[in-house]
């Protein structure tokens, strides 16, 4: 979803608010709006204050439950703090040395929320029901806290925009001590500690699901096997390998018998023995086949995929066409992208080359084409004008392009994730796993094209494709707990972690000075100040990268 389609779909929504709110049809189905100005739909339900109670009897398992919560919160309070004051102070210094990372999908608005199908990196059907669980479990902590401190929860709900973006448990604020009783009127208002640990409930009750979800879903990894790492991505219109029913999309595990761990292997297999024809042993949706295809003329190779061409290259003036595959220059092979660069870097301007290319169709020779190049941006070196993709091989004797994806190394250090929870960058890559991983792209889930490389082994065996749906769905729980939990852990109101350094701070302040108005005054002050603070370096987070592009120092 882009800009404009999400602020007309607000628009929309906005305008549908507006008419049922004046129409008093909100009110009447006890929905509000947070706020007059804000175009978020409180949804409330005073249904379940008996399953709360019962919930709640524990009262002893319950307080220490939440005890360490506090604890926990403190200390991802001081954690999230310190990380955000370190990416605000490298930033900074990348800006005076001229290093900043360019702008991308981190800097953009939609992904500062974490509200699935509009943040780039969570997919949304496993990520509304993450965030599904998330919120009850948050909010429930909150209710069940409130009636073992004996605070009255008046209602409970989700805030909506479009889609749940939150919950909430509505306590009675002024036995939470928020907020001041009416004059003439004598409110109980729960403890400095039991307010404390009615706050810290969510984020604990987020944290220990986090725990659970992640346990699992790396338990579930253990009986998760990789298939092979090589797939097909392309089969040529006509090809014998079409004749023969492979498609795109199927795992390539065996050449006539010979296990295929890599493009490599393929290929040196097909140009050393030259088959006349070759039985592929594939997976298709996870079903064996068994596929014999006859073999062209043609000898398979590794080359430069052409993707595009530059509009008035050398390279256009020739005839080269987009999508055939660079194999020779002059006597040079030119087997990958390396030998190419290297190749064209002993160029000058105005030297002729003969340059080899396989067309599309199956089993042809290549194709010499004469080739004087160009000047390289005002350089020294030759250009042609060829725009390459990666290094995936294409096999001219079946007609098949095929790529790799590191299916074993990437199970292998996902499974290797819970030994690294010892050290600061296991748990950094934890937190990142979505959006940075560690094989330079996130890791959203095993999502269909990705799960085309495992299969389920040992007592995951019977359940079959619905492993890799437990799979996301314990990861996605597991990290929006794990991220929801740190995130309201901040100390900056209105996160729980605000609140709780508000009491902590009136607690140590009150040794000193008493308790009384000057102790909340103080103790407000910090906290609003923090808060700004906290705000403001977010902001530059996210701004930061565009500092130079604005003062004409990017390039």
Known sequence: MDYADLFYALLVYWFIVLILERHGLLERYGVSLLSPFVPILMLRTTRGQGLLTFLARPKIAWRLFANIGILLMLAGMLVMLLLLLLSDYLMLNSIQAGTTPPPGKFNEPQNIFLIPGINDFIPLTWGIIGLAVTLVVHEFAHAILCKVEGVTVKSMGILYAIVPIGGFAEPDEEQLGVKEPE?????????RSGRMR???????????????????????????????????TEVLPGSPAEAAGVHEGMLLTQADGQVINSAHDFFVYMNSTRPSNVTLSLRDNRVRKEVTVQTGKGVDFKGVNV??????????????????????????????????MEFMNSTVPGQTIQAYFIETSPGAEPVKYNITLAVYSGGT??????????????????????????????????KQLPGMLNEPGGWFILFALPMLSFVGQGFPGFGETLS???????????????????????????????????????PAVPMDGGHVFRDVISSI??????????VTRISNRIVVLLALIIFLSFIFLFIAPYIPRMFGSGS
């Open 183 to 191: 004059a003439g009127t004598a409110v109980k208002t729960v403890s």
């Open 198 to 232: 009615i706050l810290s409930a969510g984020v604990t009750a987020n944290f220990a699901t986090a725990l659970v979800a992640f346990a699992l879903f790396f338990m579930l990894l253990g009986s998760i096997s990789p298939i092979g790492d090589v797939m097909v």
């Open 307 to 340: 993707h595009d061409i530059v509009p008035g290259s050398p390279a256009e003036a020739a005839g080269v066409k987009k999508g055939s595959i660079l194999v020779r220059i002059n006597d040079t092979q030119i087997s990958n992208i390396t030998y190419f």
């Open 381 to 414: 070196k030759g250009f042609i004008g060829v725009k390459y993709l990666s290094e995936e091989g294409v096999s001219s004797a079946i007609g098949i392009r095929i790529g790799e994806y590191p299916a074993k190394g990437y199970l292998h250090i996902l």
């Open 452 to 490: 085309q490389f495992y299969e389920p082994v040992g007592w995951a065996a019977p359940l079959g494709e619905s492993t890799f749906w437990l799979a996301n769905a314990l990861l996605w729980i597991g990290w929006l707990n794990f991220y929801v939990g740190l995130f309201n852990s901040l």
């Open 509 to 518: 302040l009150s040794r000193f000075f008493g308790n009384g108005e000057r």
